[in-house]
T-cell receptor
Framework: KAGVTQTPRYLIKTRGQQVTLSCSPI?????VSWYQQTPGQGLQFLFE???????NKGNFPGRFSGRQFSNSRSEMNVSTLELGDSALYLC???????????FGPGTRLTVL | QQQVKQSPQSLIVQKGGISIINCAYE??????FPWYQQFPGKGPALLIAIRPDVSEKKEGRFTISFNKSAKQFSLHIMDSQPGDSATYFC??????????FGTGTSLTVIP
């Protein structure tokens, strides 16, 4: 069974640009969550989608947005990039409530 | 505000020793407490998890101890091996919808 895949794996952008990251969950998983991982803050929850609906949102500015498609694939978008947005962005999928989350390898975003 | 506090930040253990990582939480509504292991260049992988109705769970060399009254839980790695060298994260969630993670512990097991 294929795991969670994320594309691209590495990305370099400059301040002010926008970026779109993609996540394909494990087949049959309908819940997709996004996290930002930085050395100082650890993993911080961005948002979670289930059946194309955002069910939960973390404490991030509106520049961070996401969506989920009918095939459960998800994208997150960051607009007007700032230097502090440099991080590893992780996607995790699960079947639904009270189920194990499986993480992808992440997308390493560097903002110059 | 950090919902889950993890310590230590880094840990060095001799091969064969016991590694202990501690976490504390505030929200008594949390009902699921997983531990994740992360190797460089990889996403976190679930290691072991516990629910608050039990005080201990053991899987192989890995044990979670859970103290509901103190709102603390810990990971014990027995007979630590160099292959266990990784970053470990504790987490807590309500209904597995939103997970709150600790800041991570970098474990190094010296041969």
């Amino acid at each position: 069974k294929a795991g969670v895949t994320q594309t691209p794996r590495y990305l370099i952008k400059t301040r002010g640009q926008q970026v779109t990251l993609s996540c394909s969950p494990i087949s049959g998983h309908r819940s997709v969550s996004w996290y930002q991982q930085t050395p100082g803050q650890g993993l911080q929850f961005l948002f979670e989608y289930f059946s194309e609906t955002q069910r939960n949102k973390g404490n991030f500015p509106g520049r961070f947005s996401g969506r989920q498609f009918s095939n459960s694939r998800s994208e997150m978008n960051v607009s007007t990039l700032e230097l502090g947005d440099s991080a590893l962005y992780l996607c995790a999928s699960s079947r639904d409530f009270n189920n194990e989350q499986f993480f992808g390898p992440g997308t390493r975003l560097t903002v110059l | 505000q950090q919902q889950v506090k993890q310590s230590p930040q880094s840990l060095i253990v001799q091969k064969g020793g016991i590694s202990i990582i501690n976490c504390a939480y505030e929200n008594t509504a949390f009902d699921y407490f997983p531990w994740y292991q992360q190797f460089p260049g990889k996403g976190p992988a679930l290691l072991i998890a516990i629910r608050p109705d039990v005080s201990e769970k053991k899987e192989g060399r890995f044990t979670i101890s859970f103290n509901k009254s103190a709102k603390q839980f810990s990971l014990h790695i027995m007979d630590s091996q160099p292959g266990d060298s990784a970053t470990y994260f504790c987490a807590a969630s309500m209904f597995s919808v939103q997970f709150y993670f600790g800041t991570g512990t970098s474990l190094t097991v010296i041969p």
